[in-house]
C-alpha cells in the first residue's frame, strides 16, 4: 500500500486466482479500516489498472461494489497506461504544448489590435 496526502494506492502481482482473492481480501481490510475510522472511500473515485500480459484481470470490489476498470489513470501528474507505453503521454504534452501556444498567439493578437 502506499499513501500520499490524499490518495491510497494498493497494488500486487496477480498472476493466478489466489494472488486476486489476496488482494481482494486485502482490498476489503483496507475498506473496513476506513469505515471504522470514519473515513470512507469515494467508490466512484477508485479505480483499477491491469499491467502486464499475466494480468488476469481479477474483478475487485469495494463496499459491495465493482470498482471501474481503466486502461490508464493520471497519478501526481503522470499518465500510467496498462501497457506501459508512453503515447498517451506524449499526446497530453503535446495538447498542453498547443494550448500555451494558442495563448500566446491570441494575447498576441490581441496585443497588436489594441496598439493600433
Do not use: P
Not at 483496507?30 to 470512507?40: F, H, N, R, T, V
Not at 484481470?57 to 481503466?70: H, M, N, P, T, W
Not at 490508464?72 to 498547443?98: M, P
Amino acid at each position: 500500500m502506499l499513501k500520499f496526502a490524499d490518495n491510497t494506492k494498493l497494488y500486487a502481482t496477480v498472476d493466478n486466482q489466489a494472488q486476486g482473492q489476496r488482494l481482494q481480501r486485502d482490498i476489503d481490510v483496507l475498506g473496513d479500516w476506513a469505515l471504522q475510522w470514519q473515513m470512507k472511500f469515494n467508490i466512484d473515485k477508485c479505480k483499477v489498472v491491469h499491467y502486464g500480459r499475466n494480468n488476469i484481470r481479477f474483478q475487485y470490489s469495494l463496499y459491495g461494489q465493482s470498482i471501474a476498470e481503466v486502461v490508464s489513470e493520471k497519478d501526481l501528474g503522470v499518465v500510467f497506461s496498462s501497457d506501459l507505453k508512453v503515447g498517451v503521454r506524449c499526446c497530453e504534452a503535446y495538447n498542453r504544448a498547443s494550448q500555451s501556444l494558442g495563448l500566446i498567439h491570441n494575447h498576441k493578437a490581441q496585443e497588436s489590435v489594441s496598439t493600433r
